[in-house]
Structure formats: structure tokens, C-alpha cells
């Protein structure tokens, strides 16, 4: 796993972690979940991911998005257990057991929470309220549309030095062999 770097983008004055890994943003659940409950935002998202809806739809994106799901074992749960009020499932729990790429757990008094795919992330914003949902999907194509300009501007920049280059290489090769 290969993170690039941390952005942040504010969402009805929430600060929202974005993580760049492997070339995909992946949004932070926990900052999202603390929309909701700031003490417990590991309560919220074990409370989503507890709802019969919402394992339909993140195993579903698992199961479009990821050859290597556990679609069998999310069968057998969806079977077995979805249907019952004591069904929980947590972020670890579901690293672990399904070997999901959507969503990525981090546990402890350090670490920097859980992050998801902004599909799984919407959908959880969804959840917690439409309001914000909105608000979090017009940050984060502000997000993405500043980073396209970068890289577009990073792109010219490049360009440009290796314009001159090819210049400076041309004209050495031109004096060298008039030379000779």
C-alpha cells in the first residue's frame, strides 16, 4: 500500500481526511462518522455496518470492485446472520474476514481512523444525513478538480523543461558535429 499524502477538505465546518493511496483518494469514515457523535465515532460507522442495507451495499462493491473478495463468506452471512438484530460487523472484522479493498481499518488511540472509497463513503454520508452528503460530494469534486489542475500544471512545467532540453541537446549536437 503506497499512501501519497493527507488532504484535508472542510465539510459544514467538519474537517474531512482524504488519503491518497495507490493513485485512489479514500475518504475518512471516522471524520465522517464524527459529524454525528464526536465522543464515539467508531460506534457510528459499527452501527451503519451493522444494517442489513448497508452490508448489501458495501459487499456489493466489493463484489464489483475486487477479485479477491470473500463473496462466499458475505453470501453465507447475508444468509445467516444480516437478518438478526445481533448481526454486528466492524471495519476490522471486515478486513480481516472478507479480504475487502473499499475499506481501510486503522484501530487504536493512535491511529488515523478508518478510511473507505468515496463510493462506500457517500454512502455512508447518505446515512448520516442528505444534507451532508451533498456537501461532502461538492468538496470532494473541488478536491479533484484542484488536484487535475495541478497535475495539468505539473504536466506543462515538464514540458516545457524538456522543450528546453531537447534544445540544449540539438544545439550541442549541431556545434559538435559542424566541429568534426
Keep these: 500500500m503506497h499512501v501519497i499524502e493527507n488532504k484535508v477538505i472542510n465539510v ?6 482524504v488519503m491518497s493511496i495507490n493513485g485512489t483518494n479514500y475518504i475518512s469514515l471516522t ?3 464524527k459529524y454525528i457523535n464526536l465522543d464515539d465515532p467508531s460506534g457510528v460507522i459499527k452501527n451503519w455496518m451493522s444494517n442489513k442495507n448497508s452490508f448489501a451495499f458495501y459487499s456489493l462493491w466489493e463484489e ?3 477479485e479477491n473478495f470473500n463473496s462466499v463468506e458475505s453470501h453465507r452471512i447475508k444468509i445467516e446472520e444480516v437478518r438478526y438484530n445481533r448481526f454486528t460487523m466492524t471495519p476490522s472484522k471486515w478486513k480481516k474476514n472478507f479480504n475487502v479493498i473499499g475499506i481501510i481499518p486503522n484501530s487504536g488511540k493512535y491511529s488515523n481512523g478508518t478510511f473507505t472509497h468515496p463510493n462506500i463513503a457517500f454512502e455512508f454520508a447518505s446515512w448520516l444525513s442528505p444534507e451532508f452528503k451533498l456537501y461532502l460530494i461538492t468538496e470532494f469534486e473541488r478536491l479533484k478538480k484542484k488536484e487535475a489542475y495541478q497535475d495539468k500544471k505539473e504536466w506543462e512545467v515538464s514540458r516545457l523543461i524538456s522543450k528546453a ?11 559538435y558535429m559542424v566541429l568534426n
Design 64 to 66: 464489483l470492485n475486487n
Design 31 to 33: 471524520d465522517l462518522a
Design 165 to 175: 532540453n531537447y534544445m540544449l541537446q540539438t544545439d550541442a549536437i549541431k556545434k
Design 12 to 17: 459544514k465546518d467538519n474537517e474531512i481526511r
